[in-house]
Protein backbone atom coordinates (compact mmCIF):
# COMPACT_ATOMS: atom_id res chain seq x y z
CA UNK A 1 0.00 0.00 0.00
CA UNK A 2 1.12 3.63 -0.67
CA UNK A 3 2.87 4.48 2.74
CA UNK A 4 0.70 8.37 2.36
CA UNK A 5 -2.05 6.46 2.10
CA UNK A 6 -0.94 4.77 5.27
CA UNK A 7 0.03 8.13 6.85
CA UNK A 8 -3.68 9.65 6.03
CA UNK A 9 -5.36 6.60 7.47
CA UNK A 10 -3.57 7.16 10.93
CA UNK A 11 -4.36 10.55 10.39
CA UNK A 12 -7.89 10.00 10.39
CA UNK A 13 -8.01 7.61 13.02
CA UNK A 14 -6.65 9.93 15.19
CA UNK A 15 -8.99 12.67 14.14
CA UNK A 16 -6.29 14.51 12.38
CA UNK A 17 -7.91 15.16 9.00
CA UNK A 18 -5.46 17.31 6.36
CA UNK A 19 -2.46 17.66 4.05
CA UNK A 20 -0.54 14.89 3.85
CA UNK A 21 1.44 14.51 0.79
CA UNK A 22 -0.70 14.66 -2.20
CA UNK A 23 -1.36 10.67 -2.82
CA UNK A 24 -0.71 9.93 -6.36
CA UNK A 25 -4.14 8.35 -6.62
CA UNK A 26 -5.71 11.93 -6.15
CA UNK A 27 -3.40 13.55 -9.03
CA UNK A 28 -4.52 10.27 -11.50
CA UNK A 29 -8.10 10.83 -10.96
CA UNK A 30 -7.84 14.33 -11.46
CA UNK A 31 -6.15 13.99 -14.59
CA UNK A 32 -8.80 11.07 -16.12
CA UNK A 33 -11.81 14.10 -15.60
CA UNK A 34 -12.27 17.06 -17.93
CA UNK A 35 -13.81 19.77 -15.49
CA UNK A 36 -17.11 21.11 -17.19
CA UNK A 37 -19.91 23.55 -16.16
CA UNK A 38 -22.28 20.72 -15.89
CA UNK A 39 -20.21 18.56 -14.08
CA UNK A 40 -17.53 20.80 -11.63
CA UNK A 41 -16.68 17.98 -8.98
CA UNK A 42 -15.80 19.82 -6.11
CA UNK A 43 -13.74 17.54 -3.21
CA UNK A 44 -14.54 18.88 0.70
CA UNK A 45 -14.33 16.42 4.03
CA UNK A 46 -10.33 16.24 3.86
CA UNK A 47 -8.42 14.61 1.25
CA UNK A 48 -11.52 14.47 -1.14
CA UNK A 49 -13.04 12.57 1.27
CA UNK A 50 -16.36 13.39 -0.20
CA UNK A 51 -17.09 14.61 -3.78
CA UNK A 52 -20.20 16.78 -4.81
CA UNK A 53 -20.93 17.68 -8.66
CA UNK A 54 -21.74 21.37 -8.89
CA UNK A 55 -22.87 22.60 -12.19
CA UNK A 56 -22.00 26.47 -13.23
CA UNK A 57 -25.56 27.69 -15.04
CA UNK A 58 -25.51 30.67 -17.56
CA UNK A 59 -25.90 32.97 -14.91
CA UNK A 60 -23.18 31.45 -12.79
CA UNK A 61 -20.94 31.14 -15.73
CA UNK A 62 -21.55 34.57 -16.79
CA UNK A 63 -20.08 35.94 -13.67
CA UNK A 64 -16.86 33.98 -14.25
CA UNK A 65 -16.71 35.36 -18.21
CA UNK A 66 -17.34 39.05 -16.92
CA UNK A 67 -14.09 38.52 -14.91
CA UNK A 68 -11.53 38.59 -17.81
CA UNK A 69 -13.91 41.23 -19.74
CA UNK A 70 -12.06 42.85 -21.13
CA UNK A 71 -9.31 40.06 -22.03
CA UNK A 72 -6.45 40.37 -19.93
CA UNK A 73 -3.57 42.98 -21.18
CA UNK A 74 -0.73 40.83 -19.71
CA UNK A 75 0.30 37.59 -17.70
CA UNK A 76 0.28 40.02 -14.24
CA UNK A 77 -3.40 41.53 -14.70
CA UNK A 78 -4.49 37.89 -15.91
CA UNK A 79 -2.86 36.51 -12.42
CA UNK A 80 -4.70 39.35 -10.18
CA UNK A 81 -8.26 37.69 -12.09
CA UNK A 82 -7.01 33.83 -11.89
CA UNK A 83 -7.10 34.67 -8.16
CA UNK A 84 -10.23 36.43 -7.41
CA UNK A 85 -12.18 33.99 -10.01
CA UNK A 86 -10.81 31.23 -7.86
CA UNK A 87 -12.31 32.90 -4.83
CA UNK A 88 -15.77 33.67 -7.17
CA UNK A 89 -15.91 29.87 -8.21
CA UNK A 90 -15.62 28.71 -4.73
CA UNK A 91 -18.75 30.95 -3.49
CA UNK A 92 -20.74 29.69 -6.71
CA UNK A 93 -20.25 25.99 -5.94
CA UNK A 94 -20.54 26.43 -2.06
CA UNK A 95 -24.03 26.09 -1.94
CA UNK A 96 -24.24 22.86 -3.82
CA UNK A 97 -21.37 21.33 -2.16
CA UNK A 98 -22.10 22.58 1.47
CA UNK A 99 -18.67 24.68 1.97
CA UNK A 100 -19.96 27.92 2.49
CA UNK A 101 -18.95 28.03 6.26
CA UNK A 102 -15.12 26.23 5.29
CA UNK A 103 -12.74 27.97 7.24
CA UNK A 104 -9.03 28.76 6.35
CA UNK A 105 -5.88 27.41 6.98
CA UNK A 106 -7.71 23.75 8.34
CA UNK A 107 -9.60 25.19 11.01
CA UNK A 108 -11.73 22.83 12.72
CA UNK A 109 -15.18 22.44 12.76
CA UNK A 110 -18.14 20.43 14.17
CA UNK A 111 -19.05 19.55 10.68
CA UNK A 112 -15.89 18.07 9.08
CA UNK A 113 -17.84 17.60 5.78
CA UNK A 114 -18.24 21.23 4.90
CA UNK A 115 -14.41 21.61 5.07
CA UNK A 116 -11.11 21.35 2.85
CA UNK A 117 -7.53 20.62 3.60
CA UNK A 118 -5.03 21.45 1.54
CA UNK A 119 -5.52 18.37 -1.03
CA UNK A 120 -9.19 19.51 -1.49
CA UNK A 121 -8.44 23.00 -1.86
CA UNK A 122 -4.90 21.94 -4.40
CA UNK A 123 -7.21 19.68 -6.06
CA UNK A 124 -10.03 21.60 -6.61
CA UNK A 125 -8.39 24.92 -7.72
CA UNK A 126 -6.34 22.94 -10.11
CA UNK A 127 -9.97 21.94 -11.97
CA UNK A 128 -11.16 25.43 -11.29
CA UNK A 129 -7.96 26.19 -13.38
CA UNK A 130 -8.26 23.76 -15.91
CA UNK A 131 -11.88 24.77 -16.54
CA UNK A 132 -11.15 28.04 -16.81
CA UNK A 133 -8.70 27.18 -19.45
CA UNK A 134 -10.47 24.78 -21.57
CA UNK A 135 -12.54 27.74 -21.98
CA UNK A 136 -9.93 30.14 -23.64
CA UNK A 137 -9.74 32.37 -20.48
CA UNK A 138 -6.29 31.82 -19.92
CA UNK A 139 -4.23 33.38 -22.58
CA UNK A 140 -0.84 34.03 -20.64
CA UNK A 141 -0.68 30.97 -18.42
CA UNK A 142 -0.41 27.08 -18.63
CA UNK A 143 -1.83 24.91 -15.80
CA UNK A 144 0.04 23.15 -13.62
CA UNK A 145 0.53 19.96 -11.44
CA UNK A 146 -0.35 20.22 -7.86
CA UNK A 147 3.37 20.80 -5.94
CA UNK A 148 4.25 19.44 -2.61
CA UNK A 149 6.18 21.02 0.12
CA UNK A 150 7.34 20.42 3.66
CA UNK A 151 7.64 17.06 5.25
CA UNK A 152 5.13 14.96 7.71
CA UNK A 153 4.54 17.51 10.32
CA UNK A 154 4.34 20.80 7.91
CA UNK A 155 3.26 18.68 4.65
CA UNK A 156 1.61 21.05 2.02
CA UNK A 157 -0.23 21.87 -1.52
CA UNK A 158 -1.18 23.76 -3.84
CA UNK A 159 -1.98 24.26 -7.12
CA UNK A 160 0.27 26.07 -9.86
CA UNK A 161 0.45 26.82 -12.96
CA UNK A 162 3.53 28.80 -15.13
CA UNK A 163 3.52 32.02 -17.01
CA UNK A 164 3.56 31.43 -20.64
CA UNK A 165 6.04 33.82 -21.45
CA UNK A 166 8.76 33.56 -18.94
CA UNK A 167 8.54 30.23 -17.86
CA UNK A 168 8.33 31.00 -14.12
CA UNK A 169 6.23 29.22 -12.11
CA UNK A 170 3.55 30.12 -9.54
CA UNK A 171 1.13 28.78 -6.41
CA UNK A 172 -2.16 29.39 -6.36
CA UNK A 173 -3.12 29.55 -3.09
CA UNK A 174 -6.50 29.01 -1.60
CA UNK A 175 -5.92 27.16 1.68
CA UNK A 176 -5.32 30.06 3.84
CA UNK A 177 -8.08 31.52 3.54
CA UNK A 178 -11.84 30.92 4.00
CA UNK A 179 -14.29 29.91 1.41
CA UNK A 180 -14.92 32.41 -0.99
CA UNK A 181 -11.99 34.71 -0.52
CA UNK A 182 -9.56 35.28 -3.93
CA UNK A 183 -6.61 32.59 -3.90
CA UNK A 184 -2.99 34.28 -3.41
CA UNK A 185 -0.88 33.99 -6.63
CA UNK A 186 2.84 33.78 -5.75
CA UNK A 187 5.71 32.88 -7.76
CA UNK A 188 6.16 28.82 -6.72
CA UNK A 189 9.53 29.42 -5.81
CA UNK A 190 8.57 32.02 -2.94
CA UNK A 191 5.80 29.13 -1.51
CA UNK A 192 8.31 26.54 -1.21
CA UNK A 193 10.30 28.71 0.54
CA UNK A 194 7.73 27.93 3.02
CA UNK A 195 5.04 31.52 2.12
CA UNK A 196 2.10 31.43 5.01
CA UNK A 197 0.08 34.52 5.58
CA UNK A 198 0.30 33.88 9.24
CA UNK A 199 3.94 34.26 9.84
CA UNK A 200 5.14 37.74 10.07
CA UNK A 201 8.41 36.82 8.31
CA UNK A 202 6.03 37.19 5.42
CA UNK A 203 4.32 40.07 5.90
CA UNK A 204 5.63 41.80 3.26
CA UNK A 205 4.63 39.61 0.70
CA UNK A 206 1.34 38.59 1.97
CA UNK A 207 0.01 42.66 1.96
CA UNK A 208 1.63 43.18 -1.32
CA UNK A 209 -0.86 39.24 -2.32
CA UNK A 210 -3.81 40.91 -0.55
CA UNK A 211 -3.40 44.03 -2.54
CA UNK A 212 -3.45 42.16 -5.81
CA UNK A 213 -6.53 39.66 -4.26
CA UNK A 214 -8.70 42.33 -3.44
CA UNK A 215 -7.78 44.17 -7.60
CA UNK A 216 -5.82 46.82 -5.98
CA UNK A 217 -2.31 47.02 -7.68
CA UNK A 218 -1.14 43.80 -9.85
CA UNK A 219 2.68 43.51 -8.65
CA UNK A 220 4.65 40.82 -7.55
Not at 5 to 32: D, K, N, R, T
Request: aromatic share 6%; glycine share 8%; hydrophobic share 45%.
Amino acid sequence: MNRHLIIGAGLLGLGLWGCAEMAESHVAYMLQRQPTRAALQVCHGGSCKVETIAVLDDAAWNQVLAQFQPPSANAEIERMRVGQTIGLLERLVAPQAGTASDAGANARARDQDTQLDCVDEAVNTTDYLRLLAANGLLRFHDVGLPVHRGGFIDSHNTATMRDRATGIEYAVESYFYPNGVPAAVLTLADWRAGWDPREPVWDDLTHRLWAMQNGIAASN
